[in-house]
């Protein structure tokens, strides 16, 4: 079978005859942007899409979007209206070889006065150097180019051929969408449309929840189903049983290696930073479930402790570890009430980025700032010459004082009196704000009294 294939404006042409049926979702592929279900922001009346479309004036573009939401659907409508050539291209199966062979006759075609409207499944797919193959096609005109990918085009699409694509962002069908095209398929004469079928609502509801959005996986998993559909007097029943049957596990949108991985471990972090438990935890059971590794989010958790939580609770550091460890040692799915626990005590602790933020500004200065010597007083002489070149001449050793502390500055000069670390004054952290002030007080003169004394330094101010 050829690795090209070309459609004329009616679309793809009918089965030989004999051949196998095809399964229902691409018997119930919508034909025209009338019976297109969803995507209201792009093909709803009066929409950019929709309306460039119906005047047969589409520019290059990128459907995105997850599985199943009508990207392929909607290039297939395109190619029903547009008056141009309709080639598809699957970027699974082809390479640099065929993208020439389509170009040159592209070329021809243009030449004739009839433009290309060219098809690419799964663009992410191609290297750069395929997708670079497009690009001066694209830009004199000679193709139109839809590109369809599951994957973010900001990572997957090179740059320069994103540039010269305008993006469709397609969303995931909502249930009363799926249960529409569930009701369409039991109707439709494509479908069962005229057989002795019944598929009570409830069914209908149950399926279109498990597909999760994905239209094609709500016709094949109804299909399956009917299939298996007990008969008496000659009508099927899908029911509860049946359809249970058919289903293992709801199909959580979750690629542990794309976008949504990267959105849902934001949500979660987001949701523990904003004391939301009960976000945190929905989002927790939404990576374990779609089969994410739990060490992945234990160490996660840890670098919580410590970004976010900080010496608010120093207890969340060795919380997290202890997490981290259990997880290590039980796995999956035993670890998850771990995990629960961690990521409960993590959003009801204080919080403080202090951590985080004294780290970034004194990284700033190593950066931008120039890079003094470490001031002779605090360097280390361990040799007679680095004695000699005044190596740690009038270092204060501070157990020898009675402060337990020395009034000198460890910083190089030029940031003498830089302050790295500002305490948020919640939870423990009250106690190091109240410490540290006393400390700095004494050390610039501001006051006398001993900076550890029970005067400077004692229980947290009340609330």
């Not at 009338?34 to 047969?56: A, N």
């Not at 771990?338 to 190593?366: C, F, G, H, R, W």
Request: proline fraction near 6%; hydrophobic fraction near 40%; aromatic fraction near 6%.
């Amino acid at each position: 079978m050829s690795l090209l294939e070309e459609e004329g404006p009616a679309g793809a042409a009918a089965d030989a005859a004999g051949a196998a049926p095809q399964p229902l979702a691409s018997r119930m592929r919508p034909r025209t942007l009338e019976e297109f279900v969803g995507q209201e922001h792009l093909v709803g009346p009066g929409k950019l899409l929709r309306s460039m479309i119906e005047r047969d004036e589409i520019p290059s573009m990128i459907l995105w979007g997850p599985p199943g939401v009508g990207k392929t659907t909607l290039a297939n409508v395109i190619a029903n209206l547009t008056k141009a050539q309709f080639v598809t291209f699957s970027a699974v199966t082809s390479g640099i070889r065929e993208i020439k062979e389509i170009m040159a006759r592209a070329e021809e075609a243009r030449a004739l006065g009839v433009r290309t409207v060219l098809f690419v499944d799964e663009i992410h797919r191609f290297n750069k150097a395929q997708q670079d193959a497009f690009l001066p096609f694209v830009e004199q005109g000679s193709i139109v180019l839809i590109g369809a990918t599951t994957e973010n085009p900001s990572f997957e699409v090179n740059s320069a051929l994103l540039s010269r694509c305008k993006v469709f962002v397609l969303n995931g069908l909502g249930e009363e969408e799926i249960v529409e095209l569930l009701r369409r398929a039991l109707a439709d004469e494509r479908g069962y449309g005229g057989q002795p079928l019944v598929v009570p609502e409830p069914v209908l509801r149950r399926l279109a929840v498990y597909a999760n959005g994905d239209a094609r996986k709500a016709l094949g998993t109804l299909e399956t189903a009917v299939a298996n559909a007990g008969s008496v007097d000659g009508v099927r029943t899908v029911t509860d049983e049946v359809l249970a049957e058919c289903i293992s596990r709801k199909a959580l949108m979750y690629d542990k290696d794309g976008e949504e991985h990267y959105n849902i471990i934001s949500a979660l972090h987001k949701s523990m930073r904003n004391s939301d438990p009960d976000a945190a935890v929905y989002w927790l059971a939404r990576m374990l479930e779609g089969g994410e590794d739990p060490l992945y989010v234990a160490r996660r958790c840890i670098r919580f402790a410590s970004e976010d939580v900080g010496l608010a609770d120093p207890n969340a550091l060795l919380l997290a570890n202890t997490v981290w460890d259990a997880c290590h040692k039980i796995g999956m799915p035993e670890c998850n009430c771990a995990l629960t626990q961690i990521v409960v005590y993590l959003s009801l602790a204080p919080k403080s980025n202090a951590m985080e933020a004294a780290y970034l500004a004194a990284a700033k200065d190593a950066q931008e700032r120039v890079a003094e010597p470490v001031p002779l007083h605090i360097r280390n002489a361990p040799t007679r010459l680095m004695k000699d070149l005044s190596y740690g001449k009038g270092y204060t050793y501070a157990h020898d004082t009675d402060e337990k502390i020395a009034r000198m500055s460890c910083l190089p000069d030029s940031l003498r009196g830089r302050r790295y670390y500002a305490p948020s004054g919640l939870g423990a952290e009250a106690r190091m704000k109240a410490r540290l002030e006393a400390v700095r007080d004494w050390r610039e003169g501001r006051t006398e009294t001993p900076p550890f004394s029970t005067a400077a330094f004692g229980a947290p101010p009340k609330a």
